[in-house]
């Protein structure tokens, strides 16, 4: 799996535009065949780590490889979006197609291996290589101000995981593993933990984004080119999520529990604020990234909710917020590639000539709002529900986020698809390609898949939340909300908003 | 010991002497037109002396009454300077037929071959007078090579400046050397260590001092850096490349082996010395590379940032991390002498060679292998995995997180993302920019695309392969000092 877009990545270096195109779609479509293979050969309720595959050991680190539901949903995430992500710069994308296509494809390869990686070290390196082609995709087929934000997108990331580094080195040389799975039933004292915490939450804040060091993401968003937009959102944000469920969840639970005020305060305070940020934007793909940054804080305020709810309602969330944002990403795009600007304003009045694009656009955007029926809603529900048990103020103010949310995201469809068609220009557009069309088709399908049976999706991690809940249980920190039984009076008094639960609960 | 056993010991530079003697005499008679059989005569004399090293000369233990001591140690350093000199030999001849006036002379393999017998007496030294000795041989060799290009103005310049600071250093060492002699009344590196170990005294600091400031310059890590860039940027290109790889290694080597066999009970002491040198050399050499436009120059600065890196696995003074610094070595002068391999492919429509970062750009269209390769090299000192390069760093760091520098480990690694910058800057020259001229192809054959592509394959992920050789090898080299 890893080993074939490998081969056509470099394969591709040495072929012409086309046969190059054609390379790369037919290589991610036997990855995601071999993708579906996997989730079906994977034996839900298993063992939790399951198609181990241990190979040499190279001085500080070895080839082990090795999945568990978590890991093998996001590697699905990855290989269905990559076929996409190729059809989209089919024609968008007119010089160097080689090079692009390698580069796509050895980030493939990369997110994968990351995904799948059972060693501390092995994790670090396919997760830091990835910077590379992706600085590449932004800096060479970005737009105007590309090197500016190729430059952000890199050494910010580069910093936040440096630290990590450090962390990393003190942890094998202490625990003297680097295995994962070893790690994760090693307990350090409490006050390293925290320490290393600090140092992961460094990088994994950088790249989830959390508020305030979100500000990259605008700008690779909006410089990327429209494939290279929907793998940022789409997978290498989920690189975040993942990190704090693989690593900063099971290893350090004391640190965790403590300092969950710190994730639960930079959340809350991301959804309000990028959300209100996201209302006044000109830019299309700008208000869609900040929309990013407010959708992965609920993310992380569910993984940090230490019940089974939000854990589960996180990662539904990931794995929905890559689909729905990606799609977005690819309806900036469509027009994109007709008007060649992203600013609001030039459009309008879209879905009188545009009608399939309009309905389409008017889906991913219930999507993102979270409308009940669409992957969404599961995810936002099950989120907030999971922070509710621990913090009720938290869980108050992101569904003000989701109130926000759906204020911008109507905004934006108003003003694209509604009114009077008002220039030319916009007039002349034509509906979607048959070829985008099914770009698109097949992301609506699992949205509603999801958010129709989201079973399909929880039971593979099932297991492994209720392993990881077994690790942290001693760690959870005391909810806000909740009373104790017998004595209801004296816990109301210590805990002031306590008189406002009732009525939220219901 | 009898003689031919001493002897048999210190094969390596015996071999090294004369055939830098018999190619003197060649090139005296031959005139410049044998030059191209003096290079390679040059070549086989290294790989002569690299076949020595199999002998006692690779572990034989201590020669000449402990003036010299062959040992794991210095055969993995004599090995690495032996390879970087040989390239430096190799790489010449299409730099020179190219520039104007002034044709490659026989002379230079010579001197690169007195350079190469002096480093590797220096990597051998186990008292402070086969120190000094070592150390002046590659130094004043180094002088000449500075100024090669006699009709050049830069490369006199560099030659001169080089001169005059190395006197300088070399004038410090000496009072460092005298002082430790006086106070300790031995210059073998055994009998000051157990001195060091008995107890301390003023003079003994103030000559640990002074040492470690004369072999800094050697090394130039900062704050004794400053004639680098000067001369790096004024020397012919394949001269800087030398600079930049073997007499590092022989220096750090030579650090490596004062610190840890003569001084080795006083580490509290040169600990601090090591930590500020490293730091200082990766801040510094991260941020005044940053405003370089000059290639050489800009990889000038490099090399002090890497130096840093380097010592920050000295710091640690545990078995890992001189192995550390071994592996770093070894993987630098991979890197470096890749970078100045595509230097020297810089060429404008005349010939002539150009310096400048700007005429790099757009390189990824013109010529689309080369700037790949410089790119992984980028990447690869950036110390972005999983480029080689990468664990070059890993190595350090690791040891240094052992022995429980956090402090140091930290504000070195937040630091190599400033360095980051400008090797991405480089990147981004090639890549993103529009194209420059294209740079004219050469035409001195295969052999310098074939040694990028040897660098190439060592900075890529295949490296990773020879982990398990690189890290037993390094480890037992390590061990052979403590």
Known sequence: MLAIPAIAAVACLFLSANAARWTALIATFIDLALGIVLWTQFDIGGPQWQFVEQGVRLGFFGWDLGIDGFALLLIMLSVFLMPICIGASWRSVTNRVPEYMAAFLLTEVLMIGTFAAQDLFLFYLFFEAGLIPMYLIIGIWGGANRIYASYKFFLYTLLGSLLMLVAMLYMAGTAGTSSIPALQAYDFPADVQTWLWLAFFASFAVKMPMWPVHTWLPDAHVQAPTAGSVILAGVLLKLGGYGFLRFSLPMFPEASGQLTWLIFALSAVAVIYTSLVALVQADMKKLIAYSSVAHMAIVTIGLFAFNRQGIEGAMVMMLSHGLVSGALFLCVGVIYDRLHTREIARYGGLSINMPRYAILFLFFTMASIGLPGTSGFVAEFLALMGAYQISTWTALLCTTGIILGAAYMLYLYRRIAYGEITSDEVRGMSDLSTRELWLLAPIAAVVLWMGVYPESFMAPMRKDVAVLLQRIDRATPVSDSRPTAGNPAAAAAQAPEHHETPGEAH | ?482
């Not at chain 2, 020669?63 to 210095?74: K, W």
């Not at chain 2, 051998?124 to 103005?153: I, K, P």
């Not at chain 2, 060091?196 to 900062?222: D, E, H, P, W």
């Not at chain 2, 001195?444 to 982990?467: D, F, K, M, R």
């Open chain 2, 1 to 482: 010991m009898d003689y031919a056993a001493n002897l048999a010991m210190t094969l390596p530079e015996v071999v090294l002497g004369l055939g830098a003697v018999a190619l003197m005499l060649v090139s005296a008679w031959g005139g410049p037109g044998s030059t191209r059989v003096v290079s390679w005569a040059a070549v086989a004399v290294l790989f002569g002396a690299a076949i020595a090293l199999t002998g006692p000369a690779g572990s034989g233990g201590v020669a000449f009454d402990g003036l010299y001591r062959a040992d794991a140690f210095s055969t993995f350093a004599k090995i690495l300077i032996y390879i970087a000199t040989a390239v430096a030999v190799l790489m010449a001849p299409g730099f020179f037929q190219r520039t104007s006036g002034d044709d490659l002379r026989p002379e230079y393999p010579v001197l690169l071959l007195l350079s190469a017998a002096g480093m590797g007496m220096m990597v051998s030294a186990a008292d402070l007078l086969t120190l000094y000795v070592g150390l002046e041989l590659q130094s004043l060799s180094a002088y000449v090579l500075a100024s090669f290009m006699r009709r050049d103005a830069r490369s006199a310049e560099a030659g001169l400046k080089y001169f005059v600071l190395g006197a300088l250093a070399s004038g410090i060492l000496l009072y460092g050397i005298s002082l430790v002699y006086g106070f300790s009344g031995t210059t073998q590196f055994d009998g000051i260590a157990d001195v060091y170990g008995a107890g301390r005294s003023m003079g003994l600091l103030f000559g640990l001092v002074f040492i470690f400031a004369g072999i800094a310059f050697k090394m130039s890590a900062v704050p004794f850096h400053m004639w680098t860039p000067d001369v790096y940027e004024g020397a012919p290109t394949p001269v800087t490349a030398f600079f930049a790889s073997a007499p590092k290694v022989a220096a750090i080597g030579l650090g490596i082996r004062v610190a840890i066999e003569a001084m080795g009970p006083a580490l509290d002491q040169w600990r601090q010395i090591v930590i500020f040198a490293a730091l200082a050399s990766i801040l510094l050499g991260a941020v005044a590379a940053i405003g370089q436009s000059n290639i050489k120059r800009l990889l000038a600065y490099s090399s002090i940032n890497n130096v840093g890196f380097a010592l920050i696995g000295l710091a640690a003074g545990t078995p890992e991390g001189v192995a550390g610094v071994l592996t770093y070595l070894a993987i630098y002068v991979a890197m470096t002498l890749g970078s100045f391999l595509v230097v020297l492919q810089m060429r404008d429509a005349d010939g002539q060679p150009v310096e400048s970062i700007v005429s790099l750009s757009g390189m990824s269209r013109t010529r689309p292998a080369l700037a790949a390769a410089m790119a992984m090299f980028m990447f690869s000192l950036a110390g972005i995995p999983p480029l080689f390069g990468f664990y070059a760093k890993f190595a350090v760091f690791d040891a240094a997180v052992k022995a429980g520098l956090f402090p140091l480990a930290a504000v070195g690694i937040a630091a190599s993302t400033i360095g980051a910058y400008y090797y991405l800057r480089v990147v981004k020259t090639m890549y993103f920019d529009e194209p420059a001229p294209a740079f004219v192809k050469g035409d001195e054959g295969p052999l310098q695309g074939g040694l990028i592509a040897v660098a190439a394959v060592i900075v890529s992920p295949l490296g990773y392969l020879t982990i398990p050789l690189l890290g037993a090898w390094s480890i037992a080299a390590a061990r052979a000092l403590f």
